[in-house]
């Protein structure tokens, strides 16, 4: 669980944010998560190689997400599949609301139109 | 898609620690293909080349930030000492402070490591710094890429001087040279305010600034007139005498000194950092061109003769000519000398060398260079020997510290980081040498000049070397400072970083591998330090016997009874007759001393190096084919033989009917005889000046052999001439019935009556004389000795931590040993025995080093053969000697432990 130290150190790393959000979405391995962030952000975040696999390293062994079984048979045996764990997930809605909360002062501010 | 990374990709891989390869290293490649390769897709072979630059200096960055950085991957926002690139200087900060702290905590330790860097450094920082002055540095004067060297062949034929008219030749060639100086050193005896002086001197031409493109700092150079005898003496003072010998003294410029007892004018001060043609060696003043006569009337003849090659030239290059053009202008001005004055220049070539090929002197540089290389190669080897033994030490400290690395390696610490504290300890400690070690080595430079002032005035000479501790030294030793760091660090470093983790908390890792492989790392440590002592001692020994034969070599004449005095009159207004009378004068109130069994005059000393002549020995074909030889000579007088113990073996010596006018006659010694004229007599034969071709002399009798410049020359033809028929200045020789020493003052005295104002250059007996000839060997014997000394002692320091250490770690086996009953001497003997093999590998490898070493040495050794057995045998048999000690010493200790209290430790 995110304990309150840890919402007081955020933001999160750009990299950190994104591969928690890509697997909110579904378990997938290093190339996928690198790909589907790519999608998800139109190219402007490309997670590199040494950043998304040290991040990977560092993100399972503060237990943010952890390795399982590849989902189906036909999955590449040598791959690498991680989950999302609770904390993780609690850390990536803590700055999710963190960020919603800088949103709504911007519209406060009318320096972001609602319709963006 | 293959998966097997290229060259570069696996070269990238390489900067990630091995257990993240192993897990992450083959999707890390996917990744990067995929990157690539989508890129290319995208944007073609541009948007795959920006792709393929992100993605390999995300990966080199992330290896770096991997091993060395610790800021936090998942938060941006982490406490500022670990925030992202502040990591790496924080972690080496910590590094250091922890390791600046541990190495308080033993004093003694640090000291001793300390100290033994230092001496490493030290060494290495003053030979350097010698080295690189006289060597190295660039010449500290305008553009020196376009100054060249400009040399005649001797006779010899060998490019080495220059003779006066043919430089003025040379300064014709204005096409190929922007000017031409043409110098000449000499030795002379300058009156300062305290008393005479020796002092350097360059006859230089008033060209010689110019083609420096230097200027004097204070006052004037000279004018083009100057370079005309009969205009004035003149001298300019370099800016190092000026400050060493005036003080600093403006009034300076402007002042008459004098030289040689005549007055010579000061225009000038040179620029400062400019010691004149020899670098680091110092001239004291240059005279100019119209001042040669203080040096002598003889060098004012000088100007004129072809045949005297007493000058060395530097030209500077005329804009956008070469060497190679300058070579054949000089091509054509030799043949033009040897169809104007065949019987001197026929075959003799000019060589241009290039500013590369040639630091002082082509003959000089041969000498100079492989004798900076081997001093190089000494300290070189003794800090190889520093660092071994440190990493000696360092093991041995991190093994007594097992358990705090262990403890750090569990609660988390990285092997890298472990790794890192040992080395951020060893560079500690080699930057601290390094600080000891600098001063240390400004001290030993301090000491040079007592070494180099008599063995300046040994060969005749005089002058400073300016060797300044500058910037390169500084850098040189920081690059030392930082190589030694690491060098003696590598080993213990990587040693604890492996350490058997549990091992090492179980039981200090008795027995286990990472205790073996330490054990091994150690020993070839200690066979590396018993090989290097082994060279240096072999080359002591060498030189040491070398020495020892030399001063053996007897020099043919009564070396122990015999004193000499130096005289000049000054130059000026001595006519010929009248220096006849007074030298005369001189001998006979010398030879009526008591004590004075004889006296003669003689231009040369015995065993003194000096000139030769080029002759011509008639009937006599030398090999060379020129159809001259050059021959050493002395002017002697009458009693000159019987004075200094030299048999005549055939005809007579010289007498009174040898005077002025009468027929020139010539005593040979027995080796010209032999190689001249056997098997016939050589009395009644002749011999010539090459340049005269009427002056035949006469040989009138043959004396023993003496040796004549060095003790280690072989047998030397020689001549002598009768002062009666050629009138020289020179020595008046004593003989003496007790010690020649005690006579010194009272002869000073006899000779200052003669004429107050005489100037005695110099006074000694030729015993003092010929000792100090030999301090260039005492010296290289005396540097070689004490750094195979301390060869010796680190070794041997090395050997006794090493097996105090073994023992100790041991220490339970052994008591267990003897408490099953085996006696004492035999676990003495065991341990010696461990230690035997190290030691005699180290012994074998010394002793092929010392053999592919040896031939360097070959060229200073006397007599002695460079892979001589007794002396490999002696060293070999010192060190061994000494292996052994510091080998039985912790071995008694460790036999006389308590059995019961060995193993109550278990």
Same mark, same amino acid.
């Given at each position: 669980?995110?304990?309150?130290?840890?919402?007081?150190?955020?933001?999160?790393?750009?990299?950190?944010?994104?591969?928690?959000?890509?697997?909110?979405?579904?378990?997938?391995?290093?190339?996928?998560?690198?790909?589907?962030?790519?999608?998800?952000?139109?190219?402007?975040?490309?997670?590199?190689?040494?950043?998304?696999?040290?991040?990977?390293?560092?993100?399972?062994?503060?237990?943010?997400?952890?390795?399982?079984?590849?989902?189906?048979?036909?999955?590449?045996?040598?791959?690498?599949?991680?989950?999302?764990?609770?904390?993780?997930?609690?850390?990536?809605?803590?700055?999710?609301?963190?960020?919603?909360?800088?949103?709504?002062?911007?519209?406060?501010?009318?320096?972001?139109?609602?319709?963006? | 898609?293959?998966?097997?990374?290229?060259?570069?990709?696996?070269?990238?891989?390489?900067?990630?620690?091995?257990?993240?390869?192993?897990?992450?290293?083959?999707?890390?490649?996917?990744?990067?293909?995929?990157?690539?390769?989508?890129?290319?897709?995208?944007?073609?072979?541009?948007?795959?080349?920006?792709?393929?630059?992100?993605?390999?200096?995300?990966?080199?960055?992330?290896?770096?930030?991997?091993?060395?950085?610790?800021?936090?991957?998942?938060?941006?926002?982490?406490?500022?000492?670990?925030?992202?690139?502040?990591?790496?200087?924080?972690?080496?900060?910590?590094?250091?402070?922890?390791?600046?702290?541990?190495?308080?905590?033993?004093?003694?330790?640090?000291?001793?490591?300390?100290?033994?860097?230092?001496?490493?450094?030290?060494?290495?920082?003053?030979?350097?710094?010698?080295?690189?002055?006289?060597?190295?540095?660039?010449?500290?004067?305008?553009?020196?890429?376009?100054?060249?060297?400009?040399?005649?062949?001797?006779?010899?034929?060998?490019?080495?001087?220059?003779?006066?008219?043919?430089?003025?030749?040379?300064?014709?060639?204005?096409?190929?040279?922007?000017?031409?100086?043409?110098?000449?050193?000499?030795?002379?005896?300058?009156?300062?305010?305290?008393?005479?002086?020796?002092?350097?001197?360059?006859?230089?031409?008033?060209?010689?600034?110019?083609?420096?493109?230097?200027?004097?700092?204070?006052?004037?150079?000279?004018?083009?007139?100057?370079?005309?005898?009969?205009?004035?003496?003149?001298?300019?003072?370099?800016?190092?005498?000026?400050?060493?010998?005036?003080?600093?003294?403006?009034?300076?410029?402007?002042?008459?000194?004098?030289?040689?007892?005549?007055?010579?004018?000061?225009?000038?001060?040179?620029?400062?950092?400019?010691?004149?043609?020899?670098?680091?060696?110092?001239?004291?003043?240059?005279?100019?061109?119209?001042?040669?006569?203080?040096?002598?009337?003889?060098?004012?003849?000088?100007?004129?003769?072809?045949?005297?090659?007493?000058?060395?030239? =530097? &030209?500077?290059? /005329?804009?956008?000519?070469? #060497? $190679?053009?300058?070579?054949? +202008?000089?091509?054509?001005?030799? *043949?033009? %000398?040897?169809?104007?004055?065949?019987?001197?220049?026929?075959?003799?070539?000019?060589?241009?060398?290039?500013?590369?090929?040639?630091?002082?002197?082509?003959?000089?540089?041969?000498?100079?260079?492989?004798?900076?290389?081997?001093?190089?190669?000494?300290?070189?080897?003794?800090?190889?020997?520093?660092?071994?033994?440190?990493?000696?030490?360092?093991?041995?400290?991190?093994?007594?510290?097992?358990?705090?690395?262990?403890?750090? =390696? &569990?609660?988390? /610490?990285?092997?890298?980081? #472990? $790794?890192?504290?040992?080395? +951020?300890?060893?560079?500690?400690? *080699?930057? %601290?040498?390094?600080?000891?070690?600098?001063?240390?080595?400004?001290?030993?430079?301090?000491?040079?000049?007592?070494?180099?002032?008599?063995?300046?005035?040994?060969?005749?000479?005089?002058?400073?070397?300016?060797?300044?501790?500058?910037?390169?030294?500084?850098?040189?030793?920081?690059?030392?400072?930082?190589?030694?760091?690491?060098?003696?660090?590598?080993?213990?470093?990587?040693?604890?970083?492996?350490?058997?983790?549990?091992?090492?908390?179980?039981?200090?890792?008795?027995?286990?591998? $990472?205790?073996?492989?330490?054990?091994?790392?150690?020993?070839?440590?200690?066979?590396?330090?018993?090989?290097?002592?082994?060279?240096?001692?072999?080359?002591?020994?060498?030189?040491?016997?070398?020495?020892?034969?030399?001063?053996?070599?007897?020099?043919?004449?009564?070396?122990?009874?015999?004193?000499?005095?130096?005289?000049?009159?000054?130059?000026?207004?001595?006519?010929?007759?009248?220096?006849?009378?007074?030298?005369?004068?001189?001998?006979?109130?010398?030879?009526?001393?008591?004590?004075?069994?004889?006296?003669?005059?003689?231009?040369?000393?015995?065993?003194?190096?000096?000139?030769?002549?080029?002759?011509?020995?008639?009937?006599?074909?030398?090999?060379?084919?020129?159809?001259?030889?050059?021959?050493?000579?002395?002017?002697?007088?009458?009693?000159?033989?019987?004075?200094?113990?030299?048999?005549?073996?055939?005809?007579?010596?010289?007498?009174?009917?040898?005077?002025?006018?009468?027929?020139?006659?010539?005593?040979?010694?027995?080796?010209?005889?032999?190689?001249?004229?056997?098997?016939?007599?050589?009395?009644?034969?002749?011999?010539?000046?090459?340049?005269?071709?009427?002056?035949?002399?006469?040989?009138?009798?043959?004396?023993?052999?003496?040796?004549?410049?060095?003790?280690?020359?072989?047998?030397?033809?020689?001549?002598?001439?009768?002062?009666?028929?050629?009138?020289?200045?020179?020595?008046?020789?004593?003989?003496?019935?007790?010690?020649?020493?005690?006579?010194?003052?009272?002869?000073?005295?006899?000779?200052?009556?003669?004429?107050?104002?005489?100037?005695?250059?110099?006074?000694?007996?030729?015993?003092?004389?010929?000792?100090?000839?030999?301090?260039?060997?005492?010296?290289?014997?005396?540097?070689?000795?004490?750094?195979?000394?301390?060869?010796?002692?680190?070794?041997?320091?090395?050997?006794?931590?090493?097996?105090?250490?073994?023992?100790?770690?041991?220490?339970?086996?052994?008591?267990?040993?003897?408490?099953?009953?085996?006696?004492?001497?035999?676990?003495?003997?065991?341990?010696?025995?461990?230690?035997?093999?190290?030691?005699?590998?180290?012994?074998?490898?010394?002793?092929?080093?010392?053999?592919?070493?040896?031939?360097?040495?070959?060229?200073?050794?006397?007599?002695?053969?460079?892979?001589?057995?007794?002396?490999?045998?002696?060293?070999?048999?010192?060190?061994?000697?000494?292996?052994?000690?510091?080998?039985?010493?912790?071995?008694?200790?460790?036999?006389?432990?308590?059995?019961?209290?060995?193993?109550?430790?278990?």
């Amino acid at each position: 669980m995110p304990t309150s130290e840890h919402v007081a150190r955020l933001p999160l790393r750009p990299a950190v944010l994104h591969i928690l959000l890509a697997l909110c979405r579904a378990d997938s391995h290093g190339l996928g998560i690198a790909r589907d962030v790519d999608r998800a952000t139109d190219g402007t975040v490309g997670l590199g190689p040494g950043t998304l696999y040290r991040s990977l390293k560092d993100m399972s062994e503060r237990g943010l997400i952890r390795e399982v079984a590849a989902p189906d048979a036909g999955a590449d045996p040598r791959r690498r599949y991680y989950s999302i764990t609770e904390s993780g997930r609690a850390l990536v809605t803590a700055e999710a609301r963190r960020l919603a909360r800088l949103v709504r002062t911007a519209r406060e501010l009318d320096i972001l139109p609602e319709s963006v | 898609m293959s998966h097997r990374p290229g060259p570069l990709l696996r070269l990238l891989l390489l900067l990630y620690p091995a257990s993240f390869r192993q897990r992450y290293g083959r999707e890390v490649v996917e990744l990067y293909r995929w990157r690539v390769k989508r890129g290319r897709v995208e944007g073609g072979a541009l948007g795959g080349a920006v792709a393929w630059v992100r993605a390999s200096s995300d990966l080199v960055a992330g290896g770096w930030r991997e091993r060395w950085s610790t800021a936090d991957l998942v938060f941006a926002d982490a406490p500022r000492r670990r925030r992202a690139g502040e990591g790496t200087i924080s972690t080496i900060r910590h590094d250091l402070r922890d390791a600046i702290r541990r190495l308080m905590r033993t004093p003694f330790f640090t000291l001793s490591a300390t100290l033994i860097v230092a001496l490493g450094i030290g060494a290495n920082a003053a030979v350097f710094t010698v080295v690189d002055a006289v060597l190295l540095r660039p010449p500290p004067y305008e553009d020196p890429s376009r100054v060249v060297h400009v040399y005649q062949d001797s006779d010899d034929g060998e490019p080495t001087s220059t003779s006066y008219p043919a430089a003025l030749d040379m300064a014709t060639y204005t096409d190929v040279f922007s000017g031409v100086a043409a110098a000449s050193y000499a030795t002379v005896t300058w009156e300062a305010v305290d008393g005479p002086r020796r002092a350097l001197i360059e006859f230089v031409n008033a060209s010689y600034f110019p083609v420096f493109g230097v200027n004097p700092s204070r006052g004037r150079w000279f004018e083009p007139g100057y370079d005309e005898v009969g205009s004035g003496n003149y001298a300019v003072v370099s800016h190092h005498a000026w400050r060493t010998k005036f003080g600093s003294d403006p009034a300076v410029v402007g002042r008459t000194i004098r030289m040689n007892g005549q007055p010579v004018t000061v225009i000038g001060v040179g620029p400062e950092g400019f010691n004149g043609a020899g670098g680091a060696f110092v001239t004291d003043f240059w005279l100019s061109i119209s001042s040669v006569g203080v040096g002598g009337a003889f060098r004012i003849a000088n100007l004129e003769r072809r045949q005297d090659h007493w000058y060395g030239v =530097r &030209a500077r290059l /005329a804009p956008g000519v070469s #060497v $190679a053009q300058a070579q054949s +202008a000089m091509d054509a001005l030799a *043949a033009r %000398l040897a169809e104007d004055f065949p019987e001197i220049n026929e075959g003799r070539g000019i060589t241009v060398f290039g500013p590369d090929d040639v630091r002082l002197h082509p003959e000089l540089d041969s000498r100079l260079v492989p004798a900076a290389a081997v001093l190089l190669g000494i300290v070189g080897l003794v800090l190889v020997l520093a660092c071994t033994n440190l990493a000696n030490l360092l093991i041995v400290r991190g093994l007594s510290r097992g358990h705090e690395v262990a403890i750090r =390696r &569990a609660l988390g /610490a990285s092997r890298g980081r #472990v $790794a890192r504290l040992v080395l +951020a300890e060893s560079s500690t400690l *080699a930057f %601290l040498g390094g600080i000891v070690g600098l001063l240390l080595g400004r001290w030993i430079l301090g000491l040079t000049p007592l070494v180099a002032g008599p063995l300046a005035a040994a060969v005749g000479g005089a002058g400073d070397l300016d060797l300044s501790m500058d910037g390169r030294v500084l850098l040189f030793t920081l690059g030392l400072v930082m190589l030694t760091g690491i060098l003696f660090g590598l080993a213990p470093a990587l040693r604890s970083a492996r350490s058997d983790l549990a091992g090492v908390l179980r039981e200090e890792g008795r027995g286990s591998s $990472a205790g073996k492989r330490s054990v091994m790392t150690r020993n070839v440590l200690v066979a590396t330090q018993v090989a290097v002592s082994l060279v240096l001692l072999v080359g002591a020994a060498l030189l040491t016997r070398s020495l020892a034969n030399v001063q053996r070599v007897d020099p043919g004449v009564d070396v122990e009874r015999l004193a000499f005095v130096q005289t000049s009159f000054g130059q000026g207004g001595v006519s010929a007759e009248e220096r006849a009378v007074r030298v005369q004068e001189m001998l006979d109130r010398a030879a009526a001393l008591p004590g004075v069994r004889s006296a003669a005059f003689t231009s040369r000393l015995p065993v003194q190096p000096g000139g030769s002549t080029t002759t011509v020995v008639e009937d006599y074909d030398p090999p060379s084919g020129t159809g001259s030889v050059e021959l050493p000579f002395a002017i002697v007088g009458e009693d000159y033989f019987r004075t200094v113990g030299l048999q005549i073996t055939e005809g007579r010596v010289f007498g009174p009917e040898d005077a002025q006018g009468t027929t020139p006659v010539v005593v040979v010694n027995e080796t010209a005889a032999r190689r001249f004229w056997a098997p016939g007599s050589p009395i009644g034969r002749r011999i010539r000046p090459q340049a005269r071709p009427d002056e035949w002399a006469q040989v009138v009798g043959v004396v023993e052999d003496q040796k004549v410049s060095r003790l280690d020359e072989p047998p030397t033809p020689m001549l002598f001439y009768a002062a009666s028929q050629s009138p020289s200045s020179g020595y008046v020789l004593v003989r003496t019935d007790g010690d020649p020493g005690a006579l010194l003052p009272s002869l000073r005295a006899e000779l200052r009556a003669v004429s107050p104002d005489l100037p005695l250059r110099a006074l000694a007996t030729l015993e003092s004389r010929l000792s100090q000839s030999l301090l260039l060997n005492k010296v290289a014997a005396g540097v070689l000795a004490t750094f195979s000394v301390l060869a010796v002692l680190l070794a041997s320091l090395g050997i006794y931590a090493v097996v105090s250490f073994a023992v100790a770690r041991r220490s339970s086996e052994m008591g267990i040993r003897i408490a099953l009953g085996a006696a004492r001497d035999q676990v003495i003997r065991m341990v010696m025995r461990e230690m035997l093999a190290t030691i005699v590998l180290g012994l074998a490898i010394g002793a092929g080093l010392a053999a592919l070493a040896a031939p360097v040495l070959e060229r200073a050794l006397y007599q002695v053969s460079a892979v001589d057995g007794l002396s490999f045998g002696v060293g070999a048999l010192v060190l061994a000697a000494v292996a052994a000690l510091a080998t039985y010493v912790p071995a008694v200790r460790a036999a006389r432990a308590d059995p019961v209290e060995a193993l109550r430790v278990q």
